[in-house]
């Protein structure tokens, strides 16, 4: 078959180019065109062009840096059928050793060797049946939200970097006030340095950002040009499949690039011996850029227990119990956690010692992740204040950024796809970033703790509620349908849960003192993980770290327990 092909991509002993010269082909000569008239729709090699040019001086003539354009004049290939390494030549084989469309120049430059070459039109029979092309709408469209939702969440990544650069730069304005002039240097250095960062992330950011919205347009004008030749011949139909396969594998690897990395971000540990002795330092303090790998794991693995530790969050002015009621990591780490009996939400470094406390009005509830350094923080007092406050860490320091009111009460949030979710004990509402309520996804009026806490999957398509008064782990659909109710003997009163990024579901038990790994579909429990002898007490909250394969176990006691899982 290939050598049949190669000699049918020969004519007279010369290739067929891409372009062939109108003038040169009127002489019945074969020239590659490197020019094209827009006016005369006429392409001209270097030695016709001049002519054109001295005769039609006026007339818009493009070179070999426009080739697009001369692929869209009129009376060209079609579109769909066109070859995108030779606009000029439609796309009549497949090479099936590559798996690659190809025109006959294609074949001719580098499918000579290939032992399986086939005729598209024969290939093509039955496309209208096949799962490739009756699929394709449904995956193109799932795809496209991925990319949408990546796009959004660098967006989300690149203004909180500036937010981060913001604070960095009053503390070094706060340093620099109390020494004198000769700290400029020092203070550019630093500043020179934070930008440079930022400028290298940000073109990371920025070329994530714009490879997203430009396959999200490739895919939709694929998809749209699909729709439009859908009754035209299988061959086209074809076409259009194998490039939307294409571009969907593309865009499936860069989605897979991305997705390793959840956010960029800096962490910032000013000097203060500066102020006593700055003749040596170079710059206001240490930057620190950070990536976040996740830790992967298949969604069917089941996790066993390696160790756990305790770790102290009491604070020495304290006289209460703490009461640890929410827990969440951030992606350099820091673990932010709020203790409802001190009103207060505490920030944990790396080793899990506290570095900074905010004192909130009155108690905090849960607490979820946004995106970067930002948290979200739900705090009840009766029905007096029913708010969630979004705070924000900076150098080691917690910060208070907005706050949304309700008319009801904020146990637990979560931050999927640009909305908040928020259970109130009898409901889970659905809100916008701006706190507009969108819906209300699902209710039950039965006990006053029916939706205590919720998780979302990272995929959206369940969402996972304990229900303490009735023993119940309910997990719904993302139209608030319920999907599955599990009850077991090891998960009496449930009340802190988590799922991790590739799906694993994790429960704790207040009463039956345990933590316990269910399946995705919220349907059988898989193993029951620790329990009270592994120091499993008065468990209220949850939160698997992806970065450490750890479960933070937030609890009616002084220290934080954090499980080590393999």
């Known amino acids: 078959m290939a050598s049949n092909v190669e000699s049918s991509i020969h004519r007279g002993g010369d290739f067929i180019h891409d372009f062939v010269c109108s003038a040169c082909e009127e002489d019945r000569l074969n020239t590659e065109a490197q020019h094209f008239c827009s006016q ?14 001295k005769l039609y001086k006026r007339h818009a003539v493009l070179d070999r840096k426009d080739v697009k354009k001369w692929a869209a004049a009129p009376g060209t290939v079609d579109a769909m059928e066109r070859c995108e390494k030779h606009p000029g030549k439609a796309l009549e084989l497949v090479c099936v050793d590559h798996d690659k469309l190809c025109c006959p120049v294609c074949v001719a430059v580098g499918h000579r060797q290939c032992a399986s070459i086939l005729h598209i039109p024969d290939v093509a029979k039955g496309i209208r049946k096949d ?72 073109t990371v950011i920025k070329k994530d950002i714009d490879f997203c919205k430009q396959m999200h347009e490739d895919l939709k004008s694929l998809m749209d040009a699909i729709e439009n030749k859908k ?60 990536v976040t790998v996740a830790a992967q794991f298949p969604q069917e693995h089941v996790f066993q227990v390696l160790g756990s530790k305790e770790y102290n969050v009491k604070m020495s002015s304290e006289t209460l119990e703490c009461d640890i009621g929410g827990v969440c990591e951030l992606p350099c780490g820091q ?46 007092y009766f029905d007096q204040i029913c708010e969630l406050q979004f705070m924000y860490v900076a150098i080691g ?57 919720c998780v979302i999957s990272n995929d959206g398509k369940r969402i996972y509620i304990t229900n303490p008064s009735k023993n119940q782990l309910i997990t719904l659909d993302n139209m608030g349908n319920t999907l599955a109710t599990f009850t077991d003997p090891d998960m009496i009163q449930p009340t802190g849960i988590d799922v991790s990024p590739a799906g694993h579901v994790f429960v704790c038990a207040w009463d039956s003192k345990t933590v316990l790994q269910v399946d995705k579909d919220g349907k059988t429990k898989l193993t029951t993980l620790a329990k009270k002898v592994d120091g499993v007490s008065c468990p209220k909250a949850l939160f698997f770290s992806s970065r450490t394969s750890c479960l933070f176990v937030g609890r009616w006691k002084d220290t934080l327990l954090v499980i080590m899982l393999q």
């Not at 074809?238 to 990395?261: L, P, Q, T």
């Not at 956010?263 to 930057?287: A, C, H, M, N, R």
């Not at 640009?418 to 701006?434: F, H, N």
Request: proline share 3%; glycine share 4%; charged share 30%.
């Open 397 to 453: 320091k917690l910060f208070v950024r907005r706050k949304l009111s309700f008319n009801h009460k904020c146990f637990a949030a979560v931050y999927h796809g640009d909305q908040l979710y928020i259970s109130s004990g009898t409901a889970l509402y659905v809100y916008t970033m701006s706190g507009q309520l969108a819906k209300k996804l699902y209710e039950d009026k039965t006990e006053s703790d029916a939706v205590e806490k």
């Open 131 to 202: 799962p490739m092309f009756t699929q394709l709408p449904k995956e193109v469209a799932d795809l496209r939200k991925q990319l949408e939702d990546m796009e959004d969440a660098r967006t989300k990544n690149s203004a909180s970097l500036w937010d981060t650069r913001a604070v960095i730069v009053d503390e070094n304005k706060t340093i620099r006030e109390n020494i004198n002039a000769s700290l400029d240097k020092m203070e550019k250095t630093t500043v020179d340095e934070l930008d440079s960062l930022i400028a290298k992330h940000e």
């Open 335 to 380: 673990v932010v956690i709020t203790d409802r009996n001190h009103s207060k939400v505490k920030l944990l470094d790396r080793e899990y010692l506290v570095v900074d406390v905010y004192d909130v009005a009155r108690a905090p509830w849960g607490v979820c992740h946004i995106c970067g350094d930002e948290v979200a923080v739900c705090v009840n």
């Open 231 to 290: 009754s035209s011949g299988e061959p086209t139909l074809y076409i259009g499949v194998k490039k939307c396969g294409d571009k969907m594998k593309e865009a499936r690897a860069h989605v897979h690039r991305m997705s390793s990395v959840e956010t960029y971000y800096l962490t910032y540990q000013p000097d203060k011996t500066i102020e006593k002795w700055f003749s040596s330092p170079q710059s206001f303090g240490v930057l620190n850029e950070c």
């Open 40 to 53: 005369c729709t006429k392409y001209y090699c270097d030695n016709c062009v001049p002519v054109h040019n």
